[in-house]
């Protein structure tokens, strides 16, 4: 059973930087994309950044620029680097390993319980 926990959310003032982590249990996901996803009050969860097991990145044009995604492999995380965050970067984000087959067909697919990240002066 594959657990994701992530650690690093918070308040912090408009301007300022925060770091997210998730580390990963329970078996090996250096197959999988790893992904951050985030989800604000009455809105639907959205893609905020991910990056495959070939080190392909992808962003959603709101943060390009500003976070930064990166894996450890070996330690089986995944960090997200927010900076230069605005109010409207303020959600629960939710870290995500997925892992597809040749035809895009999801095999397996693991959410961690979420992080409150606070943009408020």
């Known amino acids: 059973q594959v657990q994701l926990v992530e650690s690093g959310g918070g308040l912090v003032q408009p301007g300022g930087s925060l770091r997210l982590s998730c580390a990963a249990s329970?078996?090996?996901?250096?197959?999988?994309?790893m992904g951050w996803y985030r989800q604000a009050p009455e809105k639907e969860r959205e893609l905020v950044a991910h990056i495959t097991s070939a080190g392909s990145l992808k962003y959603d044009d709101s943060v390009k620029g500003r976070f930064t995604i990166s894996r450890d492999n070996a330690k089986s995380t995944v960090t997200l680097q927010m900076n230069s965050l605005k109010p409207e970067d303020a959600a629960v984000y939710y870290c995500n390993a997925v892992n597809r087959g040749s035809w895009g067909e999801v095999i397996a697919d693991y959410w961690g319980q979420g992080t409150q990240v606070t943009v408020s002066s």
């Open positions: 329970g078996s090996f996901l250096s197959d999988f994309t």
